[in-house]
């Protein structure tokens, strides 16, 4: 099938390992959830076409292993830039039930405007939403410091599917509304 694309708008998964990017990437793209979800090697990216104010648009979506990569990043600069490259959108995942994660997000922030284009459309999203008793990052802090840094904030859970549509159509109308 050659279907039309009026756009394609890459977007960058970024954040530490394990906070679920993997997840809901796979949620987004196919509706699946995995339990035993294979940590990411290297960098690969799944494409979703949906239609935004009667436009075709092909969202690729790029995911990388985090912060084991994050290192290898730093040393390797022509991957960073790669993975950058042509983005017009990121979302930066933390785990809401791994402060560590939410504190890293700090530093993603700084890789990204540090590499990636300025307009580029940031959405921080709290992960496993649906770990409720292990909450250890509150929605308010972490709207504070999107409020802050100029970001969207969502919670998602993937393994619920909860807000996960939510998320990426948050970016990609937003990139739309800025871009074209
Ligand atoms: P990545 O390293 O950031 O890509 O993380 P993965 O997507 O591989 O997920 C890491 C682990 O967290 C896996 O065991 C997933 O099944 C689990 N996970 C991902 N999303 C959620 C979620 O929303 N809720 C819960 N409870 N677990 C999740
Ligand atoms: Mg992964």
């Not at 921080?124 to 929605?139: F, P, W, Y």
Request: charged share 25%; aromatic share 12%.
């Amino acid at each position: 099938m050659n279907q039309r694309v009026d756009y394609v708008f890459k977007v960058v998964l970024i954040g530490d390992s394990a906070v679920g990017k993997s997840q809901l990437l796979a949620r987004f793209a196919r509706n699946e959830f995995s339990l035993d979800s294979k940590a990411t090697v290297g960098v690969e990216f799944q494409t979703r076409t949906l239609t935004i104010d009667q436009k075709i648009i092909k969202a690729q979506i790029w995911d990388t292993a985090g912060q084991e990569m994050y290192f290898i990043f730093y040393q390797y600069r022509a991957v960073t830039s790669a993975y950058y490259r042509g983005a017009v959108g990121a979302m930066l995942v933390y785990d809401i039930s791994k402060p560590q994660t939410f504190e890293h997000t700090v530093r993603w922030l700084e890789e990204l405007r540090g590499h990636a284009d300025k307009n580029i459309v940031v959405i921080l999203v709290g992960n496993k939403s649906d770990l409720v008793t292990q909450r250890a990052v509150s929605i308010e802090e972490a709207k504070e410091f999107a409020e802050t840094e100029n970001l969207f904030f969502i919670e998602t859970s993937a393994l619920e599917s909860t807000n996960v549509e939510t998320a990426f159509l948050t970016v990609l109308t937003e990139i739309y509304k800025t871009h074209c």
